[in-house]
């Protein structure tokens, strides 16, 4: 079992910066691939950004890569989700999810058994 945390959201201008934690209790986080996913409103929860376990590969949405980097620290048990040049299309509901798909199926939500409970992201001006 794995307990997921979110937190560093909040309210951005655009151009700005924030980065987003994902804390991870339980055991073997190391053993987990991590995803992040958002929720914009009136919209479908769409993938974000995904890392896998060792080795560590990263898989970024279209509209985001570039933009957003996703890493994670084994030893703090925490997957971070590094967001820049934020824009009005960012704000959502970001969320952090733990499992263990192969990379191939990285994108898809259905592959991970843990999830956060999600943190607020708005960027406006």
């Known amino acids: 079992q794995v307990q997921l945390v979110e937190s560093g959201g909040g309210l951005a201008q655009p151009g700005d910066s924030l980065t987003l934690s994902c804390a991870a209790s339980g055991r073997a986080f190391g053993a987990y691939a991590m995803g992040w996913f958002r929720q914009a409103p009136g919209k479908e929860e769409e993938f974000v950004a995904g890392i896998t376990w060792a080795p560590e590969t990263t898989v970024y949405a279209d509209s985001v890569r570039g933009r957003f980097t996703v890493s994670r620290d084994n030893f703090k048990n925490t997957a971070y989700l590094q967001m820049n040049t934020l824009s009005s299309e960012d704000t959502a509901v970001y969320y952090c999810?733990?499992?263990?798909?192969?990379?191939?199926?990285?994108?898809?939500?259905?592959?991970?058994?843990?999830w956060g409970q999600g943190t607020q992201v708005t960027v406006s001006s």
């Open positions: 999810a733990a499992g263990r798909p192969p990379m191939s199926t990285l994108r898809r939500r259905d592959q991970y058994l843990y």
